[in-house]
């Protein structure tokens, strides 16, 4: 079969298998998903942004939907990133460190207020950072020993070296709320931070209002003084709110919007790469994937540029590497490229000991080559790659069961060890600096979203060498060649190895209501960035 006759072939394969999709992702909106959603979206007034996105509220702790209050600028951490990922001053001013890199110390910005009228003392700040200490967030993963306060500055205490330790400051987790937010048991009862926008109203887990603190008035155009966010779980749903004048920003679109939005008249669209990436995560423990040939057959059988055009409508989105371009200092040019050869793939299994069956489907030792692959429908394209997935294992007589459930499923999965495979979208941006992420993910025992019963030594070594280096300062060349060195040796054994199969990188589509300008995506999706937009 010629090579052309082979990709038509291929194409109409994903197509089928983006149709057969449908159904089973149907079938697990049945809970309720499906119907029409629970919370009415009413039309607000005409000088009130509307932004519409597919998460919910589900608690106020800033553990759990910080970020959404972090995104709608009603709170603010130590420390900001810019669009490159170099860190910027937020409630502080500057940090430096000490030569052994133990001691970090924060001088706090002065003469700023809460919401509620309250002083943001350094004594509130501390407060706030050893709550988020003993709490399910980032902070855990530098090994913190002491934290006080020397005049207004934050001095914190390590029990050794982590040079990414100032992005930790950065992440939703750290946000910096008043005294008057907390229970006499440290709860969060109420949402008082120190952002350009404070709460006007909340109702969880689906809606909140916000309106500026101090009214601006500009020459240039009229900001925006009152928002709402409200959670739409279907990407159709948001679209038609869009289509209709009821929403003016709305994220997470599917293709099928993005081509129902362009070139609408009420509508513009944004988009930029984001530093996430879809990948399957393998049970490397598990009996028929310990054996790396198993899993660089299944990397071989996936056609990255064809579910990226036949599913996302953008074939620059198959994924090459783990790391996107979005991720410039991980990203490596120079290493080969992940590619599609069913016969090679074919030819490791058969090496593997995998004969093919009368059914289609390989056997071993009496064993049949089948597992399950989970995943969820909170990113509604996941369903319809992992049938994508399925159908091109098949072709390699791997026999697949597409499950779709929750989130949750996948690192209660990991935990339990029950897990095979996994589909999911890995965000390597979770902080600007992924190595505290790669830590949890590639780290001796692995990671809800990583490795899976994975052996390795190299790598953790390699990124527990990373986080011990201090920040490398401009005129270190040597350091800097170092530490790029460790990256793509990093890269090139998990390309080599795969505990994660990459699939396809992630863009970030957005509506942009025509009233508007000045919008922009943050590639970090730390802030929806309100603030800087006008009223056309």
Not at 397 to 414: E, F, K, L, T, W
Request: aromatic share 6%; net charge positive; proline share 7%.
């Amino acid at each position: 079969m010629s090579h052309d006759l082979k990709a038509v072939r291929r194409r109409a394969l994903l197509a089928a298998a983006a149709l057969a999709a449908v159904q089973p992702w149907r079938n697990a909106l049945a809970h309720g998903d499906d119907a029409p959603h629970s919370h009415a979206v009413t039309r607000a007034d005409a000088g009130v942004l509307t932004v519409v996105g597919p998460w919910e509220m589900t608690g106020l702790d800033p553990s759990r939907s910080g970020y959404m209050f972090a995104r709608m600028e009603v709170v603010e951490t130590l420390l900001e990133v810019d669009d490159s990922g170099h860190l910027r001053a937020g409630l502080a001013t500057t940090w430096r460190v000490s030569d052994d890199g133990l001691q970090w110390r924060i001088a706090l910005r002065s003469g700023r207020r809460y919401h509620d009228g309250s002083t943001l003392t350094p004594a509130s700040v501390l407060a706030c950072l050893q709550r988020a200490a003993q709490r399910p967030g980032v902070l855990q993963l530098a090994a913190i020993a002491a934290m006080q306060l020397e005049g207004s500055d934050l001095v914190i205490t390590l029990r050794q070296p982590f040079g990414p330790f100032p992005y930790l400051l950065t992440h939703y987790t750290t946000q910096i709320l008043a005294p008057a937010s907390f229970d006499a048991r440290g709860n969060v009862q109420a949402i008082i931070g120190s952002g350009p926008y404070r709460i006007r109203s909340l109702s969880l887990p689906q809606q909140f209002d916000v309106e500026r603190v101090a009214l601006i008035e500009s020459g240039q155009g009229r900001p925006i003084q009152r928002a709402r966010y409200i959670s739409v779980s279907r990407a159709e749903t948001r679209t038609l709110l869009v289509q209709s004048g009821q929403a003016d920003l709305a994220f997470s679109l599917d293709p099928p919007s993005i081509r129902a939005l362009q070139d609408h008249p009420r509508a513009a669209l944004l988009s930029t790469m984001l530093p996430r990436t879809t990948i399957l995560k393998l049970n490397a423990g598990h009996p028929f994937l310990a054996d790396v040939r198993v899993r660089r057959a299944i990397a071989l059988c996936i056609e990255r540029e064809g579910i990226a055009r036949a599913l996302l409508r953008d074939p620059d989105l198959g994924a090459t590497q783990l790391f996107p371009p979005a991720l410039a200092r991980w990203h490596d040019a120079s290493l080969p490229p992940l590619q599609t050869d069913l016969k090679q793939a074919r030819r490791l299994l058969e090496e593997a000991g995998w004969r093919l069956g009368a059914d289609g489907v390989r056997w071993r030792e009496g064993q049949r080559l089948a597992l399950n692959l989970t995943t969820f429908v909170d990113r509604p394209e996941l369903p319809l790659i992992a049938t994508a997935l399925q159908e091109e294992m098949r072709q390699i007589g791997i026999a697949v069961r597409v499950v779709i459930g929750n989130s949750s499923d996948i690192p209660a999965g990991h935990r339990s060890g029950l897990l095979q495979m996994a589909l999911a979208a890995r965000n390597y941006g979770n902080l600007p600096e992924p190595v505290a992420s790669l830590l949890q993910d590639f780290g001796p025992e692995g990671g809800d979203w990583g490795a899976m019963g994975w052996r390795n030594a190299e790598v953790p070594a390699l990124l527990a060498q990373l986080a011990a280096a201090p920040a490398v300062p401009a005129d270190r060349d040597r350091d800097r060649d170092r530490d790029r060195s460790l990256r793509q040796r990093i890269t090139a054994v998990l390309q080599e190895q795969l505990p994660v199969i990459p699939v396809v990188w992630y863009r970030q589509t957005c509506a942009v209501s025509r009233r508007l300008r000045g919008a922009s995506i943050d590639p970090f999706e730390r802030s929806y960035r309100i603030s800087s937009l006008q009223w056309t």
